[in-house]
């Protein structure tokens, strides 16, 4: 079993739909909790910390359930420039350090 | 602010070769990351440098990787003999010391290393 598991997708919704993503991850004692989003052929980029209250950034709300060891994210009123691949991310503490895992992506299409 | 800078973007090369990735992490960060995206995987953890130091290298496939980062600034990722398999895209991130809690990383660009 993968210790981050994704649909890899691709979904594709109509402008202004709502979408979201699930991730689960394997490890109990995982720590801290992402989405990354990654554009065609660019670099990761931190979209937003997951937290188990709950976080909202505007269009964008991410859940962590802890007991069902799950994150999602949701994507209000998608714009184009949402498309893009969306990445679950988990930290274990390692050593003191948080060693980050990846899940392999969600892509996303947003269709005009 | 400059972010990290990775070099060369691309690099296409033989089996058996040698290729040496370098990438420049923002300045100040003391943790220096290498990951490596594979067709169709996860991007998958390498190592993880803290200073000049090693903290975890875990993830390094094989001793065919030989990662540096002399004097804690700017790394290098050999790889020597180059296999069929190490093709891939290899990505640098950094981020601020904060032993035991989480920092942003923050990713380069990335290198996509092609072996023929």
């Known amino acids: 079993r993968k210790e981050v598991e994704q649909d890899p997708g691709p979904f594709n919704v109509p402008e202004g739909a709502t979408v979201a993503f699930n991730c689960t991850y394997s490890n109990s004692a995982s720590q801290s909790f992402f989405w990354y989003r990654q554009d065609c052929r660019k670099e990761p980029k931190l979209l937003m910390s997951?937290?188990?209250s709950g976080n909202e950034d505007g269009r964008f709300t991410a859940q962590l359930n802890r007991a069902s060891q799950y994150i999602s994210l949701l994507i209000r009123d998608s714009k184009l420039s949402d498309s893009a691949t969306y990445l679950c991310?988990?930290?274990?503490?390692?050593?003191?350090?948080?060693?980050?895992?990846f899940g392999i992506g969600t892509k996303l299409q947003v269709i005009p | 602010e400059a972010g990290v800078t990775q070099f060369p973007s691309h690099s296409v090369i033989e089996k058996g070769q040698t290729v040496t990735l370098r990438c420049d992490p923002i300045?100040?960060?003391?943790?220096l990351y290498w990951y490596r995206r594979v067709m169709g995987k996860e991007i998958k953890f390498l190592l993880h440098?803290?200073?000049?130091?090693?903290?975890?290298e875990s993830g390094m496939p094989n001793n065919r990787f030989l990662a540096e980062r002399t004097g804690g600034t700017y790394s290098t990722l050999k790889v020597q003999p180059a296999e069929l398999e190490d093709s891939g895209v290899y990505f640098c991130?950094?981020?601020?010391?904060?032993?035991?809690?989480?920092?942003?990383?923050?990713f380069g660009p990335g290198t996509r290393l092609t072996v023929l």
């Open positions: 300045s100040g960060h003391d943790n």
């Open positions: 997951v937290y188990s």
């Open positions: 991130a950094s981020s601020q010391l904060g032993q035991g809690a989480w920092n942003e990383q923050f």
């Open positions: 991310v988990v930290t274990l503490n390692s050593g003191g350090y948080q060693k980050v895992t």
């Open positions: 440098f803290v200073k000049e130091s090693k903290q975890d």
